[in-house]
């Protein structure tokens, strides 16, 4: 009996062990099942990160070139658009582009045509693209921007480019000036060997067939001012007189000179393409150019400062030369002024002429 009792006994033992045996490996499966499980989901974690990241990175890096070619685009437009309204004789050249994925910089040239001659007139460069924030200025000289004009008190200094060029000055006919330019009498001191360009103010404002009629014909004429302002923007032209707080608290009158235009902030109608040939009517180019441009300039959606001010200034531009019927006629553009270029010779014929209230030099170079 005793040795049935130990032989249950040690059968018991047995299949408790082998219990334990059995429950460990169950163990031991589970948690390799559970293991190879969390792997498994790391991997795959790993891998739809790595996924969405390279989907983020290409669409971010095709998104990046889509702005920057949209910027670039949309900028070159508008300078172009804006070349033919204003820039007395200037045109622009060659340009580069430097893109990269997320923005990228435009360096472009200008150059004058005086008496079918080239001029360089120096390079100005753009920035644009999805993280662009500022609009590099790196060369200013006189190139495709709006300037201001300056009062009349500045014209004891004329005015230069970065390159030592002469750069033009015009006066409003309705403005009544202390002094004007008389540059044509400085044709003395200029050799016959030299092409000039010339700024001519006139006394009052004409229709283009008027000013073609009166101009002399040994003179070559380049350019139109065309008279782009309405009644307000023209008074605050002329002389007049601000309030000035003092540090005291009193207030006093203070005088404001009367206002010159310079060529930077001039606009008008070239009468050469940016080849030298002349335009068979150059005023219909000019009224097309705006006209046919207005509404694509007012759609473009680049935050860029050059943008923003060439669609602000066509618009001005447009609606102050519009009839009611949103057309610009010829017979409606007043001419208030124009460039002529020559030699010293050839430009002697314009002094003493009723017309020419104000001259004005601009670039003179050699002819050869």
Request: glycine content about 6%; some cysteine; proline content about 3%.
């Amino acid at each position: 009996m005793a040795d049935e009792k130990n032989i249950n006994v040690n059968d018991n033992n047995n299949e408790k062990e082998l219990d334990e045996i059995f429950e460990s490996a169950k163990k031991d499966k589970f948690d390799k099942a559970i293991k190879k499980a969390k792997w498994r989901s790391i991997l795959r974690t790993i891998v739809i990160s790595l996924i969405v990241i390279v989907i983020v990175s290409i669409s971010t890096i095709f998104i990046g070139i889509k702005v920057t070619q949209s910027e670039s685009s949309d900028i070159s437009f508008a300078l172009s658009v804006f070349n033919d309204i204003t820039a007395p004789d200037m045109y622009i050249g060659k340009s580069i582009r430097y893109e990269g994925i997320f923005g990228g910089k435009t360096v472009y040239s200008t150059y004058k045509i005086i008496e079918g001659k080239i001029v360089y007139t120096g390079q100005q460069e753009y920035s644009y693209g999805l993280f662009n924030t500022v609009d590099v200025q790196a060369i200013n000289s006189p190139a495709i921007v709006w300037g201001k004009s300056f009062d009349e008190d500045s014209l004891n200094k004329p005015t230069y480019n970065e390159l030592g060029q002469r750069e033009m000055i015009f006066f409003y006919p309705y403005v009544k000036y202390k002094t004007y330019k008389s540059d044509l009498n400085l044709l003395e001191d200029i050799g016959n060997d030299k092409y000039i360009e010339m700024a001519l103010s006139f006394d009052k404002a004409y229709n283009i067939d008027e000013v073609n009629k009166m101009m002399p014909k040994n003179v070559t004429l380049t350019w139109y001012w065309i008279d782009d302002l309405n009644g307000k923007e023209k008074e605050a032209h002329e002389p007049h007189k601000n309030k000035q707080k003092l540090p005291d608290g009193k207030t006093i009158d203070v005088d404001n000179p009367a206002d010159v235009c310079s060529e930077r902030a001039a606009y008008g109608i070239k009468v050469y393409d940016s080849n030298g040939d002349k335009l068979k009517n150059p005023e219909e180019l000019f009224i097309a150019v705006i006209e046919n441009n207005i509404n694509e300039i007012e759609k473009l959606k680049t935050d860029n400062f050059k943008v923003n001010g060439i669609k602000s200034e066509v618009k001005r531009i447009y609606d102050n030369l519009k009839d009611k019927n949103g057309k610009i006629k010829k017979e409606n553009l007043k001419i208030q002024g124009v460039v002529v270029t020559g030699t010293a010779e050839t430009l002697k014929s314009l002094r003493g002429l009723p017309f020419i209230k104000a001259s004005s030099l601009g670039v003179v170079t050699d002819k050869y």
